[in-house]
Nanobody, 119 residues
Framework: QVQVVESGGGSVQAGGSLQLSCSAP????????MGWYRQVPGKEREFVTS????????AQFSDAVKGRFTVSQYATNILYLQMNSLKTEDTARYYC????????????WGQGTQVTVSS
């Protein structure tokens, strides 16, 4: 079973930064579109960012995070989501997803990591 694992969540004050990590098998990161979503209890999961396989400089971001969040590849099996200038409305559980693997509908989700931004 493919494991996608997020880490790096925590509590931070508004204006601060956090770096989330997404760990997945190398072949998953290579052949899937890697992205992040977030969810607040009682609301639908919200798109944050998505990148074509290996093309993290071409990442798309939601308007809510554009200019504040970036993605990068740290290792063949680890991706980073760098979150700067955090706002209280960024508080959510963040999920890493390997999507459209091998250009199919196959996707793999992690269990999520909680990010809490306080004022």
């Amino acid at each position: 079973q493919v494991q996608v694992v997020e880490s790096g969540g925590g509590s931070v004050q508004a204006g601060g930064s956090l770096q989330l990590s997404c760990s997945a098998p190398e072949y998953i990161i290579r052949y899937c579109e890697m992205g992040w979503y977030r969810q607040v209890p009682g609301k639908e999961r919200e798109f944050v960012t998505s990148s074509p396989s290996g093309q993290y400089t071409s990442a798309q971001f939601s308007d809510a995070v554009k200019g504040r969040f970036t993605v990068s590849q740290y290792a063949t099996n680890i991706l980073y989501l760098q979150m700067n200038s955090l706002k209280t409305e960024d508080t959510a559980r963040y999920y890493c997803v390997a999507d459209r693997c091998w250009r199919t509908a196959t996707n793999y989700w992690g269990q999520g990591t909680q990010v809490t931004v306080s004022s």
